[in-house]
């Protein structure tokens, strides 16, 4: 692969979509007895949901060949990949990862989804926990309980997308291939970093926060919510979407309603303050597989003006990095969840990583 590559064109983009085509995912759960942090606290029981489409293939001596990891975003979980914009462009029939081909597994991140959480009970005496906990975490969950001890391919959005720098780092004989989208592999810093401390901040100063032991949603969550939009919308489709002042409104004021019900305070602030130690610049070169980088010029959280990816990419041996260019498909830092825009360099990942 060569050492880096901008794409800034995509042409003959068709989004199709074939959910009826699709098994649901099996369900499961895998408690870890004393859970050690990083942060020293420990947890009695940590328990780790996931999701999964297909079975996994060994070859001769035991190795799991066909196994494929998505990690999601902040705030989210492996459900984010069951829908049909995703599910129905990449696990369908004949599509890149066809789940009667490959062992898709979708694991929700410590402190979201159904794994433990600050809500179920512990509130801010939740274990501080960070990326590299999570990482770790996801790691004891393939090998001590899935029994995968090899990756065909990794990927990650947003927060996973950084999760997959830690891993390929940390674990570097683990995986063939990976794919990061939508972050960048350097230290939480500038504007993002801005972001992340706002929302935390807006959470923990609230009179109402009461030190996590609130009763209900503290009323600065409508503040955090505002940022957490705006860094993470497109302007170009809100523009296309929502013509009018009032369209506007009423879709920012159902947006909010929604968000501020479903989403728990400690929840957002731990997940926000989990990304404080992030910081992959370091062992770029020492990273072994294959690597896909793809990031969306429409993202205001790693905007393509830094210039950062093209820089770092330079130091992964087998990296390439794409720009996705502003179109009427990209949605800005949510470019990654749909897969038409992109698959084609997944295609080629999946090409150039075959052993």
Same mark, same amino acid.
């Given at each position: 692969m ?10 003959g983009?068709?989004?199709a ?9 099996a369900?499961?759960d895998?408690?870890?007895?004393n859970f050690?942090f990083? !942060?020293?606290?420990t ?21 799991v ?22 599910a ?20 929700d991140?410590?402190?979201?989804g159904? !794994? ?14 960070d ?9 004891r ?24 720098w830690?891993?390929?780092e ?7 291939a990976a794919?990061?989208?939508?972050c960048l592999p350097?230290q ?7 972001m ?5 901040d ?12 609130y ?9 955090a919510?505002d ?6 919308? !497109? ?5 296309k979407?929502?013509?009018t002042r ?5 879709y ?7 968000r ?5 305070a400690?929840?957002?602030l731990?997940?926000?303050?989990a990304s ?9 070169d020492?990273?072994?597989? !294959? ?10 959280i ?6 950062i ?27 990654y969840g ?14 150039e990583?075959q052993?």
């Amino acid at each position: 692969m060569k050492s880096i590559r901008v794409v800034t064109l995509v042409v003959g983009l068709t989004i199709a979509v074939f959910p009826q085509d699709l098994p649901k995912p099996a369900e499961g759960d895998y408690r870890i007895a004393n859970f050690h942090f990083r !942060s020293g606290e420990t947890l009695p029981e940590l328990n780790l949901h996931y999701r999964t489409y297909g079975k996994p293939v060994t070859d001769a001596v035991g190795h799991v060949t066909n196994a494929v990891m998505i990690l999601h975003s902040t705030s989210g979980s492996g459900q984010q990949f069951t829908t049909p914009q995703f599910a129905g462009v990449l696990f369908g029939p004949g599509q890149l990862l066809d789940v009667s081909r490959y062992y898709i597994i979708l694991p929700d991140a410590i402190g979201m989804g159904g !794994s433990s959480k600050p809500s179920e009970g512990l509130h801010a005496k939740f274990p501080h926990y960070d990326y590299d906990d999570m990482v770790e975490a996801q790691h004891r969950l393939l090998t001590e309980h899935l029994k995968v001890d090899h990756l065909r391919l990794l990927m990650g959005t947003s927060m996973g997308c950084m999760h997959s720098w830690i891993w390929i780092e940390t674990y570097p004989d683990f995986m063939d291939a990976a794919m990061p989208l939508a972050c960048l592999p350097v230290q939480i810093a500038g504007r993002n970093r801005m972001m992340r401390k706002m929302i935390i901040d807006a959470i923990r100063t609230d009179p109402t926060y009461k030190n996590g032991d609130y009763t209900g949603a503290p009323a600065r969550m409508k503040n955090a919510m505002d940022i957490f939009f705006i860094m993470s919308s !497109s302007p170009l489709q809100l523009q296309k979407n929502y013509r009018t002042r009032d369209q506007a409104d009423a879709y920012l004021d159902q947006y909010l309603k929604n968000r501020t019900a479903s989403m728990d305070a400690n929840d957002l602030l731990y997940a926000f303050d989990a990304s404080r130690n992030y910081d992959p610049s370091g062992k770029l070169d020492q990273i072994k597989a !294959s690597v896909m980088f793809v990031n969306s010029a429409d993202d205001v959280i790693n905007p393509p003006e830094l210039g950062i990816a093209e820089e770092e990419i330079k130091k992964v041996k087998k990296g390439r990095f794409v720009l996705l260019p502003i179109s009427d498909q990209t949605r800005g830092h949510g470019t990654y969840g749909f897969p038409a825009i992109w698959k084609q360099y997944l295609a080629e990942l999946l090409a150039e990583s075959q052993r």
